[in-house]
């Protein structure tokens, strides 16, 4: 039985070095990821945020427990700020694979934010599409809430998932800023804090301060404790009340679709740029135009304009 | 007088108008990089980055104020993490602008993280071709160094300075791991504090440590005091030290070409696609395309592999 066929059945190796040939760029990996694209878009996808020192691991560990207790396979791509020093992510596979190790219903990679040729939103896409077609239900994509990047990707999920704690400072603030008009559901995390239910409130007012969501979601707040294990049982009814929402309302095909016209995109430009500077080098006039606007002599905005192409999409003329 | 002649006389007006131009995308901004090329390249990039609560802010006041001393004309471009709830960038234009706005010799432009068309990088980009041109000798780039495009975006400077303080704590760690490589130089910033020592030796043990760089360069770790105004000087020697040894090494171009064929590709990667998805859309083929990827039928990797083009750049027949 082929890689692909092994994929299909869940096996967890086949899954494994599927990524990897995806994540390394390697040709076969796009023929996988070509050959599994009728089998994906079945697995729920929720994005999870927030700062450093939330507690955003332990949180989905629990979540994750209970998310099982209902039988949902789940997987946990999680996105690392690369570390210069060990060369590699911070949070491991190995340490988090540990904790649900035996459980062959959870399936957790990470992905080292840096080195990624057609860039990280794509290569999560890729992950995402693959633990899909294991049959993963629900596919839960971590990441520090830090920079345009990180949030840019968790956005792109079916619900996206915000979480906070109690007393974080101000120094936060900057960053907790740019992901709040993200978040269909915001989470205090350490809810066995005296100050969790403040914080709670807090984040109410704020919301309800805030102008209406332009797609009509009025975004939720719960209180979990890893803890004491409260609170996700309710978390997990508020993100199907977000699903339900997107579905009644025809987001839920709408969101997907532009996701999917984005990374569209995306790989186009590559393909595209690629196709051309390639053919430019081989009539060696890549270098030549590269040093004439380096010595000022063109612009690259005029050279940029004066390009005009023709191009076949499978076999018909644009 | 045109606009253009203003700005490479270095019309304060005109700079901000021409800014405001190629921000928002108006063909008209285009136009004015175009016929500015020429001039640029003059100015030395330096790029600032740390954790939020380093105080880049005031220890960037303190260093333009003593580069001003040296008759230096300095330009800053802040990039500001956009906050959801002011609509627009947290630190103001016109709060930086208060502290220098009577000296001509200083001009503050501050960027929003969001809503860059083609790119945050290739606007910052824009911006220092202006400042450049409209005569700024030094161009300071300042983000809060927390996510990958603004690390990506304050790598392009020729001189990247990272800024920490003594007593960050555990959390910063993780953010501070991804800036770190990219560092040029360290500034140990509130140098008064009596910690501030411990922290420039804890650094240079790290850096003794680490790999050397490719490069050959060995990053230098200074103390600052905004609050008793110490250390300028020697960071300002240190900055030219570090363009001394990139200009003997023959970095100081090869970087500058890589940057521009960097930009270049960011630009071909726009163009090209545009146009060819317009052209689709002409033909009433791309929502077809992008319905059956979204049913299933095809595959976007195929699609995206069936792609042939035949281009012209400048006339000539690629």
Redesign the interface.
Known sequence: MGLIDQLLKGDRKAAARAMRLVEDEYPEG?EI??RI??YS?RAYVIGITG???AGKSTMIDKLVKHLRKQGKRVGIVAID?????SGGA?LGDRIRMQEHSLDEGVFVKSLA??GHLGG?AKCTDDIIQIMDAMGMDIIIVET?G?????VDIVKTADTTIVVTVPGLGD??Q??K??V??IADIFVVNKGDKPEADKTVRELKIMLDM?APREDGWKPKVYKVSALKDEGFEELIEGIYEHRKFLEKTGRFESY??DR??N???I???????N???N??KE?G?YEK??NE??E?KI??????????????????E?
């Open positions: 796009r990821l070509k694209y009728p878009g700062p450093p020192g700020p690369t570390s210069p020093f911070i934010t840096r990280l520090v830090v920079g345009q990047d990180e120094d936060i900057t960053i800023a740019g709040l008009e805030s997907r679709k999917l016209e990374l569209f995109h790989m186009l430009k590559d393909k595209l740029a196709q051309l500077i053919k430019m009539k006039i135009i590269i606007m380096f000022k612009d690259p905005y005029s050279v940029v304009e004066s390009i005009e192409c023709k191009c076949t999409v499978k076999g018909e644009i």
